[in-house]
């Protein structure tokens, strides 16, 4: 009695699977293929392109799974890009979140910097400094300058790429004007009279 209750049951399980399996998986491909472009829409195709090569390849394995009439394949495949997808925009988010955190940062110490030469170029004491330092460090702050407003906007609009192309040696170079007017800043030695 529990064999042939198994077997029933096994022998169903079959005919489901069968049934299952003799059409093509369009509502896991649909998925697979919104699932893709929400990774696209969340920046994987710059923040996780493997992922999303990956997902994009699984897919189109299974419409060729489909065209062999291989349904059985073609639903894996679909429902391994599905999660492939879903991974790579997960990825991207958090390479896009990582990106923009970096941005901030790098904003924050060359203002920081910017901040600290301006007023260094506006002590009297750098006055004594050899003018040749003075308009070179000038010359470096007003780039600067242009440079930061170039990164704010290019963080507004998301482009951390673009923000770090920008500030890219500007902090080096801001350190360098700090330390060059340094030494007019120090006070100057008191000799000892005899």
Do not use: W
């Not at 090569?53 to 059985?72: G, H, M, N, P, W």
């Not at 924050?108 to 040749?132: C, F, G, I, S, W």
């Not at 600067?144 to 192309?165: C, F, I, P, T």
């Amino acid at each position: 009695m529990v064999s042939r209750l198994s077997f029933l049951l096994f022998l169903a399980s079959l005919i489901v699977m069968s049934i299952a399996c003799a059409e093509p998986p369009n509502k896991e491909m649909n998925q697979a293929q919104g699932a893709i472009a929400a990774a696209e829409a969340a920046g994987a195709a710059q923040y996780a392109p493997t992922e999303l090569s990956a997902a994009s390849d699984a897919l189109k394995r299974s419409e060729e799974a489909v065209t062999q009439r291989d349904y059985r394949l073609a639903l894996s495949l679909a429902i391994d890009s599905r999660e492939r997808a879903q991974n790579a925009a997960k990825v991207a988010g958090d390479g896009r979140a990582r990106a923009r955190g970096d941005a901030e940062r790098v904003i924050a110490e060359v203002n920081t910097l910017l901040v600290q030469a301006t007023d260094r170029l506006r002590d009297p004491n750098v006055e004594h400094l050899p003018r040749k330092v003075t308009d070179s460090a000038g010359a470096t702050v007003k780039a600067a300058e242009k440079h930061m407003q170039e990164a704010r906007e290019a963080l507004k609009a998301d482009d951390y790429a673009r923000v770090a192309s920008v500030t890219n040696g500007l902090a080096a170079q801001l350190r360098a004007i700090l330390a060059e007017t340094r030494p007019a800043l120090a006070p100057s030695p008191t000799r000892k009279r005899r």
